[in-house]
């Protein structure tokens, strides 16, 4: 996506995750884990809101995280808040100078584009994935038996007991 012009052992790669989403949480992950073993220093922090005072902590989450590391992967863009939000949060790192990727969902990449290019970032890396719904079997997010209300589906995107986990630096 991105050309460093080094390898990337020794390099502090940002990695900014969304509490919204267990699925991108497991892929952050699995990048963090290649990339600490390739000899990378990785940098970890998760978003939990937009707007508010935590919204405000974490644009400062962004912004310390932008300072500290090399290069970031900021994700995950699945609907249009979630997007322009990876789409902001990318922009905080390309405006230091660094090389930064958003990750977003094929339904959200003409969305993320525009918010990119209306942020002065035009030309801003965007990694495309295949939306969930689009390729999930059928049966994937049947309510479970019991449930009542889509907040009980098997598939909910927020677990009841989500937390937001601070920014933390891991080699």
Excluded at 70 to 77: Q, R
Aim: with cysteine.
């Amino acid at each position: 996506m991105f050309e460093l012009g080094r390898p990337i052992a020794g390099v502090n790669v940002g990695i900014r995750t969304d509490g919204a989403w267990r699925s991108w949480r497991l892929i952050a992950n699995v990048w963090d884990e290649y990339l600490r073993r390739d000899g990378a220093t990785t940098s970890l922090v998760e978003t939990g809101a937009m707007v508010g005072q935590t919204g405000a902590d974490d644009r400062k989450h962004i912004e310390d995280l932008a300072n500290r590391v090399e290069c970031a992967i900021v994700g995950l863009g699945t609907c249009g808040s979630c997007t322009t939000f990876t789409i902001k949060d990318s922009a905080v790192v390309e405006g230091k100078q660094k090389p930064v990727v958003a990750i977003v969902t094929e339904e959200f990449e003409v969305h993320g584009h525009n918010v990119a290019t209306h942020l002065g970032h035009g030309d801003l890396k965007l990694l495309v994935l295949p939306t969930h719904s689009k390729h999930a079997p059928k049966r994937s997010c049947a309510p479970s038996p019991t449930s009542t209300t889509r907040r009980s589906s098997r598939c909910s995107a927020q677990p009841r007991d989500a937390h937001r986990r601070t920014s933390r630096d891991r080699r």
